[in-house]
């Protein structure tokens, strides 16, 4: 089994980013049995379909890394590397834009939803992107590729250029990946508004719990919280047009790992004076260890920078068996 993923880095990090893809990746990692592997990196080639200047990119990816390595991914276990760091990325999604067929990327809702009404003016990153992704996956044979459900369609799209690549050549290079995207991922939304999701960009800052934030902070959000008068219900489908308690419990059911309906279970009745205490302990429990750790790791760039070298190094080895293949499949001297 050979894991990999690649997450945007962004700064800013929040309790949305640590309960989506960081956690799953890092129990994905905890789970690996001997022999398997994890690659994970942070998605900097990506980042060009999104204006940004230099300081905050760097910026950007140093943040990324100390929370993902404070949250518990251990660069000495997964491979945890930056792609900008590692050609082969660049080199391969090359060679597969020969393979991916413009009515395919056409069909991409992403690429649709990212560009909106101003197709035209676009960057031509934007439209390639699938195609680098699928250079990101293919490059490590990769068999399971931990995602969202946003993300499912690029992950068909690597499949459909895996098997047109080893068709059109006539070789059986590129394992086709699985996505693997986690049955029931709470959507994290804002404390503010039920219905809008947690984002680094709300200008409220109480919208949010921020992996830097302390204990007060954390403690004085929750309260702050918006709610409804009503008490909780005994399951979680009392909780039909109250988005705002559906998100509470659904945090605290995501950090304590079991389900809306045993936390209902677990405060039928009670109101949110008794239930917001509860999970801010919960939230303080678990985010406090993770901020110290993250706090201490983003003073050091030195460190991080290192980490992401050595990851890049092993990704490099392990990508260059594939890419050499690649190349020579398809007649090119190197
Ligand atoms: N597009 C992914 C996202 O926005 C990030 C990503 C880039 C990725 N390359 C990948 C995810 C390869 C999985 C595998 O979430």
Known sequence: MRVLSGIQPTGNLHLGNYLGAIRNWVRMQDEMAAGSECFFFLADMHSITIQEGREQRLSNVRDMTAALVACGIDPDRSVLFNQARVPAHAELCWLLCGTARIGWLNRMTQFKDKAGKNREGASVGLYVYPVLQAADVLLYQATHVPVGEDQK?????????????????????????????????????????GSAKMSKSDPSDMSRINLTDDNDTIAQKVRKAKTDPEPLPSEAAGLEGRPEALNLIGIYATLTGSTPDSVCAQFAGQGFGAFKPALADLLVTQLSPIRERFIALRGDNAALDAILEKGAAKASAAAEPTLRAAYDAMGLMR
Do not use: W, Y
Request: charged letters at 25%; hydrophobic letters at 40%; aromatic letters at 8%.
């Open 153 to 193: 369609q690029h992950l068909e799209l690597t499949r459909d250029v895996a098997i047109k690549f080893n068709t059109d050549f006539g070789v059986e290079l590129f394992t086709l990946p699985d996505p693997i995207i986690p049955k029931q991922t709470a959507r994290i939304m804002s404390l503010r508004d």
